[in-house]
């Protein structure tokens, strides 16, 4: 998904994600895949730390099948309407050809395309 750098420190975090849930033993293979790869040593010849971690929950979702995966789930919602930025908190109920489905108690059930969302992030709630 996506991945940063520090030279200084010679670390090299990667993130990733799927629909599916990803275990430690998929992360353990990425990471002996990239450290086999030999980029590691084209990149930092010097050596390097590398960590391979899934994305938090305080990520902001950008790709279509982390709104699949995540209906159901409360989520914070910025997103452009008529030129104008607007805020809702909402439960995704649904997601289908890039229109996410959802309700909250002011609105009750409403749609918002995917190309007006600016940033959603899920709620984390605890029972």
Same mark, same amino acid.
């Given at each position: ?22 275990? !430690?033993?998929?992360? *353990?293979?990425?990471? =002996?895949?990239? &450290?086999?790869?030999?980029?590691? $040593? ?21 790709q279509p099948f982390q709104y ?5 789930? !409360?989520?914070?919602? *910025?997103?452009?309407? =008529?030129?104008? &930025?607007?805020?809702?908190?909402? $439960? ?36």
């Open positions: 998904m996506d991945m940063n750098e520090d030279p200084h420190k010679g670390l090299l975090r990667c993130f990733v994600d799927s629909e599916a849930s990803i275990s !430690l033993d998929v992360t *353990t293979t990425i990471a =002996k895949s990239i &450290r086999n790869s030999g980029l590691l $040593e084209t990149i930092f010849p010097d050596g390097a730390s590398l960590e391979v971690t899934t994305l938090g929950l305080s990520e902001p979702l950008t699949r995966k995540n209906v159901g789930r !409360l989520m914070n919602l *910025t997103y452009d309407k =008529k030129g104008y &930025r607007k805020h809702a908190e909402a $439960e995704l109920v649904g997601f289908k050809d890039s229109i996410l489905f959802l309700k909250n108690e002011n609105k009750g059930h409403f749609q918002l395309a995917l190309e007006n969302i600016l940033q959603a992030k899920i709620i984390v709630q605890f029972n």
